[in-house]
C-alpha cells in the first residue's frame, strides 16, 4: 500500500508560482512568480530561494543546454542570464495585441521551446476571448505560430514515445491530444469534473501518466491518456493549485506550485499555506 506524503518546501508566498522546472545541475528547482515578474530558485540543499526580476509578468522558464534560462514574458520569448540577472530578448510577438501575455511553456524532446499566450482580463472574470496562440521558438531563434483562437494557453507535454503532443487551454477545461508532427485530429481526451475546477499546469510521469494541476480544485489529478479515464488524485492544503513538474535524485517527488492571489481575506485566513510550493512523496509507481 503507497502513502502519499506532502511538505511545504518552499515557505515563501507566490502571487502565482507557475512553471516549476527540475534543474539537475543545480540541484534546485525553476519556477516563475507570474504576477510578481520573478524567476525563482529553490537550492533543496541549501533550502535558499533566490530570484531575478524582470520587467514584465513571466508565464514560463525552461533550461538552456550551455546555463542560463529561455522565458516567455510579456509577448516575448528572451534568455535570462542568472549570474548577470540580464535579459536579453529573442522575439516580440502579438504587437497587436497589447492585453495579452505569455502563459505557460516548455522544452519538447527535441529541445524547441513551446510557450502559448492568453489575453488578461479587463476586470475581474472578464476577458477577451479567443486572443491566444501557441509557439515554437526553435533553436535558430526563428518562431512558429502551432494553434491560434486559444483562450488561455495553459499545460503542455509530450508522450513518452514522443509522438503525442498534450495540452490544455483552461477555458475548454479538458486536455487535448494533438499528433505530434502535423497537429491533427483534436481529441478531448479528458474532461474535467465540477470539483476539480480548471486545469492549468501539466506534467508526465515515468509510466506516461499526465498529471494535472487543478486551480480552485485544490488537487493534482492523474490521468491515463490511453484510457481519457483519472486514476489518482491528490489533495493539497491550498486551493489555488497552479502546475508541478517532477524532481530530486531520482525524479521520484512531485513539487506543486501554487498561488495567493484571487483569494480575498477570508479564504486566505483559512489557506495559510496558500502560495507556498508543496513536494509529495509515495507514488506506488516510483517502488
Known amino acids: 500500500m ?27 528547482l525553476v519556477y516563475v512568480d507570474i504576477n510578481s515578474q520573478k524567476v525563482c530558485r529553490w537550492n533543496s540543499v541549501t533550502n535558499e530561494v533566490h530570484s531575478v526580476s524582470v520587467d514584465a509578468r ?24 542568472w549570474d548577470m540577472e540580464s535579459v536579453t530578448t529573442i522575439a516580440e510577438l502579438e504587437q497587436d495585441k497589447p492585453n495579452n501575455r505569455f502563459n505557460d511553456g516548455k522544452v519538447d524532446p527535441k529541445g524547441r521551446f513551446f510557450a502559448g499566450t492568453m489575453a488578461e482580463e479587463t476586470e475581474p472574470g472578464v476577458r477577451a476571448r479567443r486572443q491566444g496562440a501557441l509557439y515554437t521558438l ?26 503525442t503532443f498534450f495540452h490544455i487551454d483552461s477555458l475548454a477545461y479538458a486536455v487535448h ?3 505530434y508532427d502535423v497537429h491533427t485530429g483534436k481529441i478531448v481526451l ?11 499546469g501539466m506534467c ?19 490521468i491515463d491518456p490511453e484510457t481519457g479515464k483519472r486514476i489518482q488524485t491528490v489533495k493539497l492544503p491550498a486551493s489555488r ?5 517532477f524532481g530530486g535524485k531520482d525524479y521520484s517527488e ?18 495559510p499555506r496558500a502560495g507556498e510550493i508543496f513536494k509529495v512523496i509515495g507514488f506506488c509507481f516510483f517502488q
Not at 192 to 198: R, Y
Not at 254 to 271: H, I, N, R
Open 190 to 200: 479528458y474532461q474535467l469534473e465540477k470539483e476539480e475546477q480548471m486545469p492549468d
Open 241 to 245: 493549485i497552479t502546475s508541478c513538474c
Open 177 to 179: 491530444a494533438f499528433d
Open 58 to 81: 513571466v508565464g514560463s522558464v525552461a533550461l538552456r543546454k550551455c546555463g542560463g534560462y529561455v522565458i516567455a514574458l510579456g509577448t516575448r520569448f528572451a534568455f535570462l542570464n
Open 204 to 222: 508526465i510521469d515515468a509510466e506516461g501518466k499526465l498529471w494535472v494541476a487543478c486551480i480552485d480544485g485544490g488537487r493534482v489529478i492523474r
Open 2 to 28: 503507497c502513502s502519499i506524503k506532502i511538505e511545504s518546501v518552499v515557505k515563501e508566498k507566490n502571487r502565482m508560482g507557475e512553471c516549476p522546472v527540475w534543474e539537475e545541475r543545480e540541484n534546485a
Open 138 to 163: 526553435f533553436p535558430d531563434y526563428s518562431v512558429v505560430k502551432q494553434l491560434d483562437q486559444v483562450d488561455i494557453s495553459n499545460g503542455l507535454d509530450w508522450s513518452l514515445d514522443h509522438r
Open 254 to 271: 512531485m513539487y506543486v506550485t501554487s498561488a495567493y492571489d484571487g483569494l480575498d481575506k477570508a479564504a486566505l485566513a483559512k489557506e
